[in-house]
Structures are given as structure tokens and as C-alpha cells.
């Protein structure tokens, strides 16, 4: 088979990029030194997080000159992510750290004045050229009615006809009213801000254009359409995983995370396997999947051999990303009595195929420290560690609140909402306290102060669960969405109570909340994640089109 060369000089799941690459029928083989670069053909520069950590560790390892050296020879090269930010001469998020200046611009900070930084989710690449006979071209099969997936903080920002003037075509994306660079293409190079390996059919395409050198490619009139700009409503599968009596994991799903059957067999539900069901929400159209192992591996997780074995075998099949929780803490090994850190065992996922990790129960005990500590960051939570290492984007904080009535806000310490659902006793008052333990602790603490501190922390995205709301299938908790998404500048994903379609619809119409998560009503087959689209779109909600693999 044919073959690329990776160079992998920087943090994150390069995993997910070598199974696209072999799926596509190209061998990998990887850039050990500088000497091996000027033996690579086509040269692929991946790369997740800071922009600093990643130019100063690539600069470090003496790769600068060599990479210059390959691009300007001629031979095909494609940077992804850090990956084309290194093309441009510097960012702001390391000021002082230089780019390798191929492409003029540097990078800035989105501004989250009116939306959530980081931009996580599926946006657009426009760009089309013109050949000589006027008929549209794809450019690496970029194409207009396609959606990629992003994630990051820092971007080019676009303006018309400076990048063009020196010989580049500009693929653009828009987040709410800031137009940036979403891809760069001049003679042998292909730059992505998006990652191909996660975009789906649509990335599949991209990388299969550059691995076959095909930089041109005609466009139909269907695909010549642009989609609507900016973000598409990310819908999300969850799979709570874990072992049965019987030792096997299985999908199972809880009520009130109550996860076994009601008879008299009161053995743990099982709706499944979590490849094939992974696999079976990719090809529906799920924007992402999400593993909750809530087992929370009992013994230590550098032992639990086959989630991580359902990692890789989801990461080999399944183009989107992929998300882990359960576990991910300072731990003790029994083997050797080591004390394994959680960025540790965080690296164990990513090397497996996680392009995220999710942090529950660890999130509360940090959150209640740095409070007692008087907001004094300690640098040492698996959050803040995790987060310095494979950047905010890679670190998902996981919250189990309940609702807590009260008769009137001076009954606690607490910020109260006034709440259109009465409590027990005609309450009108409630504040929403975290849990830990998979709901079995309740804490002094409130929602909202737990997201205002892992967000300090450096944490990129909450995935806010609901214990009043989990099975019973009747919509998302709109008023603790509101709360949570009020206090904190970081994208929010609304979980617990999704039973149909229209509650999809609502949480996305009802509130800003920037992604929605099913389980249960995916699980038992009573909706699919393409039918939920399917309404969405037709009440004006954009959602990433589905698109076949064909490759």
C-alpha cells in the first residue's frame, strides 16, 4: 500500500488520524527525528492544544527547518489543527512563541462577549474555484454543503483577498459574526483548522483528495450549494457502559441512574453492545459519541483492558469524536503501589482513541477546595493538569445537580431561581445542589459555583446532566440550562430527560445551550439520531447533513 509519514511532535489523539489514513488504504509511517523528514514524501503535521506547548516542543526538537525544507521542495504536505496554525507566523495565545511563517496572519482569541469559546462543533469550509470553463471545482474535496468538525479557541481571522493576493486559496467558516480561516490551500499544501479524521464522510473526502494528490475535483450543482454559515445543533449519543453480573460491559441506561431492572431478575439493563452501538449511531449521523463508564473503574484504570479495548475498536470504525468518562483521577496502581496521576491515566484514553475526557466526581472535590482555598488555583487538579497539557477543548466536566426547594430565597446560602415548576409543597424557590458518587452524595455546593470554578480550572465544555430529569423522558431541565449557561463563558451540552424529537427541538429553541445529548430513546430504538435531525431541519434548525461514507 501506499504510504504517508506522520510527524507527531505534540499532545492529542493521533490515533483517530492513522486509522482514517489506513482506512483509506495508505500506510502510515511515522517521523522519529529531523533527519527523517527530508525521506518522507507526503508529510501530514497534526497537532492538538496550546499553540505554545506545541511550536516551542516542535522547535525544540529541531523539526522547523526540515519541515520548511519539505515544503518548499514541492512534496505534498497537510497540517491539521495546531497544525496549520504553525504555518502562520505567531498567536496570541503564545506571543512570543513564532510561527513558522509559510502563510502571513496570526491567530486570535475568538471573542466570547456573545458566544462560547471554545468554537466546538460542526461549521462550514467554503471555498470553490472557478476552472477554465466556469464550471465549479471542489478544492481537496472541500465542498460547500458539507460541515466539518472544529475545535479550538484561536483562528485567522479572514479578510477578503490578503491571504488570495499571495497565491493561497482560503476556505472560510463564520462564528457568530467573526469570518475566519477554516482551510488554506497553494500548490503542494493543504492546511485544515478542522480535523478531517473527525468530520465524517466529509473529512474522509478531504483526506483522501490529498493522499491521492487530487487537488481539483468537479463540483455537482447540489454540492455547489453552501449551507447555512456558522454552527450546526450538535446532537450527541451517550453510552452509559458498564459491567453486568455476568462480567461483560454492556450499554445500560438508567432511571434516575437507578441502571437495573425493575422485575424481579434485578439485573443490570442491558440495551446492547457499545462498539456496535457506537457504530450504529455514527451512520445515523451522531455529531458525537459519548462513553460514560459508570462502573468508574472500581479498581484502577490502567487495569480495565476492555473499555479501553471498546476505545480503540470504536476509534477505527467511528469518524466523529469521541468522548470518555469514569475514572479519570489520581490513582493508586495495586501492581506496584504507584500513584498514577490523572493526566495519566487521561494519556492511557487519548493513546486509545479519546479525543476528550469527561470529569465527574473529581470536579466537585476540586471545585470544593479551591473555594475553601479562597479561589486559589492549585495547578495540580486532573483538570488543570490535563487541561495544560492537551489544551481546554480535551477536558469536559460532567455535573449531576438536583433540585434542591426551597420557600423563599432566605432559606439558604444558595443563589435561588424562581422556578415555573412547584416543588412538593408549593415551593417556588429552588437552587440546584451537585452530587458525586453517580448521584449517591449530595454536596454543600451549587451549580453554579461548580462551573464557575472548572472553568477557572481550564475545563472546555460541561456536560450537564439532570438526576430529577434522567429517564423519565420528559424533556430537558430548561431552567437549570439557562442557569448554568448564564455563569459560564464555555460551551454547555444539556443531558437527561431527551424522550423525543421535540425536546430536542426545545432545549435548542428555549435556550442558548450549544449541543444536546440522547441516550435512552436512541438506546430502546424509538428514535434515531437521523429521524431527531430530520425534525430539527424542518423546523428551521440547522444540523450537519447527513452524508455516506465513500471511500
Keep these: 500500500m501506499p504510504t504517508v509519514h506522520l510527524l507527531d511532535y505534540a499532545a492529542g489523539n493521533i490515533r483517530s488520524l492513522v486509522n482514517a489514513i489506513e482506512k483509506l488504504g495508505w500506510d502510515v509511517e511515522w517521523i522519529r527525528s529531523p533527519d527523517d523528514v527530508a525521506e518522507a514524501d507526503k508529510l501530514i503535521l497534526p497537532g492538538v492544544g496550546h499553540f505554545g506547548h506545541c511550536l516551542t516542543q516542535f522547535a525544540n526538537a529541531g523539526y522547523v527547518e526540515p519541515v520548511k525544507a519539505h515544503i518548499a521542495s514541492g512534496k505534498p504536505f497537510m497540517g491539521i489543527c495546531v497544525g496549520i496554525q504553525a504555518l502562520f507566523e505567531g498567536s496570541d495565545e503564545a506571543s512570543a512563541v513564532p510561527g513558522l511563517g509559510v502563510a502571513r496572519g496570526r491567530l486570535e482569541r475568538f471573542d466570547n462577549s456573545d458566544k462560547s469559546v471554545p468554537h466546538i ?3 462550514s469550509a467554503n471555498a470553490v474555484s472557478k476552472g477554465s470553463d466556469a464550471a465549479p471545482e471542489s478544492i481537496y474535496g472541500l465542498r460547500p454543503d458539507s460541515k466539518y468538525y472544529y475545535v479550538h479557541s484561536y483562528a485567522v481571522p479572514y479578510r477578503k483577498g490578503e491571504l488570495e493576493r499571495d497565491g493561497w486559496t482560503v476556505a472560510t467558516a463564520k462564528y457568530g459574526d467573526e469570518m475566519f480561516v477554516g482551510a488554506i490551500a497553494r500548490d503542494n499544501v493543504l492546511a485544515t483548522q478542522f480535523h478531517p479524521e473527525k468530520s465524517g464522510a466529509a473529512g474522509l473526502r478531504v483526506l483522501k483528495a490529498f493522499l491521492s494528490g487530487n487537488k481539483t475535483s468537479p463540483l455537482s450543482v447540489a454540492s455547489s450549494a453552501q449551507s447555512t454559515p456558522g454552527l450546526t445543533r450538535r446532537i450527541i449519543a451517550c453510552l452509559d457502559v458498564r459491567a453486568n453480573d455476568a462480567g461483560d460491559l454492556v450499554v445500560t441506561k438508567g432511571d434516575q441512574y437507578d441502571v437495573r431492572e425493575k422485575s424481579g431478575s434485578n439485573a443490570v439493563r442491558n440495551l446492547g453492545k457499545p462498539v456496535q452501538k457506537a457504530q450504529e449511531y455514527y451512520h445515523q449521523g451522531a455529531d458525537e459519541v459519548t462513553f460514560l463508564n459508570i462502573t468508574s473503574f472500581r479498581d484502577t484504570p490502567l487495569k480495565d483492558l476492555p ?7 470504536t476509534a477505527a470504525t467511528v469518524f466523529v469524536p469521541l468522548t470518555i468518562g469514569g475514572g479519570i483521577r489520581d490513582t493508586m496502581d495495586p501492581a506496584t503501589g504507584r500513584t498514577v496521576p490523572a493526566l495519566e491515566v487521561a494519556t492511557l484514553y487519548f493513546k486509545s482513541g479519546a479525543d476528550k475526557v469527561s470529569i465527574g466526581s473529581d470536579a466537585v472535590t476540586a471545585a470544593e477546595a479551591y473555594y475553601a482555598a479562597d479561589r486559589t488555583l492549585t495547578g495540580k487538579t486532573a483538570i488543570e493538569t490535563i487541561s495544560e497539557a492537551y489544551g481546554a477543548q480535551a477536558v469536559v466536566v460532567s455535573i449531576d445537580p438536583k433540585r434542591v426547594y426551597v420557600s423563599a430565597p432566605s432559606d439558604t446560602k444558595h443563589a435561588t431561581l424562581t422556578t415555573a415548576l412547584p416543588g412538593p409543597s408549593g415551593e417556588a424557590y429552588c437552587w440546584y445542589a451537585c452530587t458525586s458518587q453517580g448521584g449517591r452524595k449530595t454536596h454543600d455546593l451549587s451549580v453554579t459555583e461548580l462551573v464557575t470554578a472548572v472553568e477557572a480550572m481550564g ?4 456536560l450537564l446532566n439532570c438526576i430529577d430529569r434522567d429517564g423519565t423522558n420528559s424533556g430537558f431541565d430548561l431552567e ?10 464555555i460551551p454547555v451540552i444539556a443531558s437527561s430527560g431527551a424522550g423525543n424529537a421535540e425536546h430536542f ?4 429553541t428555549e435556550t442558548n445551550v450549544d449541543a444536546a445529548l440522547g441516550a435512552g430513546m436512541f438506546h430502546r430504538g424509538e428514535w434515531t439520531v437521523k429521524g431527531v435531525k430530520e425534525v430539527l431541519g424542518k423546523k428551521g434548525l440547522d444540523v450537519r447533513p447527513f ?3 465513500e471511500v
Design 547 to 549: 452524508e455516506d461514507e
Design 505 to 508: 427541538a426545545e432545549v435548542f
Design 480 to 489: 437549570l440550562i439557562r442557569s448554568v449557561k448564564a455563569a459560564v463563558k
Design 459 to 462: 475545563a472546555g465544555e460541561i
Design 307 to 313: 473499555m479501553l479495548e471498546v476505545l480503540r475498536q
Design 121 to 123: 462543533g460542526w461549521n
